[in-house]
């Protein structure tokens, strides 16, 4: 998968925030890109091109093609800047990857079975207390999305992080801190309806 995204972008020489506002009256995206045993360097990307790939919520969580002038890297979406008044990117940061080394990457979770489970069955809605999480793992089997399966939970049930079934070779990185970290992540509560007919 992690060959879906290219990001075309040219090198600049100059930096600053002069520059920046240049680059994007032009019409263009500011960036850069650095990490993996090389100096950073700065970055030009088409602005519309841009805006078609962060429409992909996968794209977050890929290991990506960022192509500069003609030769392209490895690298992974570290942050993205906006302006939300204007529908604007104003930035972004690409960190290199090493195919070798492990990286740290937020994952959307996707919470499955909701309707179907224990609880949802009596009318139960899940709670859910976070929307992705923080792995550590090879950019070979950097996951797009980590399933939540919620079939079991009955209402007043709590799924944790160490609940979740990851992928091989995926931690959950908070874990590595010990139980005190082991965070909820979706509880089954009784929605209004079932607590008034359990009442009726």
Known sequence: ??????????????????????????????????????????????????????????????????????????????GVQRNPARFQILHLDFLRVEMGERLRVHVPLHFINESSSVGGKKGGVGTHSMVDVEVSCLPSVLPEFIEVNMAALDIGDTLHLSDIVLPVGVEIVVLAQGVDHDLPVVSMMASKASKDDASS
């Open 1 to 78: 998968m992690s060959g879906i995204f290219e990001f075309v972008a040219e090198s600049r020489s100059q930096s600053g925030k002069g520059v920046a506002r240049r680059v994007r009256r032009q019409g263009s995206v500011p960036a850069v890109i650095y990490g993996g045993h090389h100096k950073p360097q700065m970055l030009v990307l088409n602005h519309n091109e841009v805006v078609k790939h962060l429409e992909h919520e996968a794209v977050y969580s890929h290991v990506l093609d960022v192509t500069i002038d003609g030769k392209t890297e490895k690298a992974i979406l570290k």
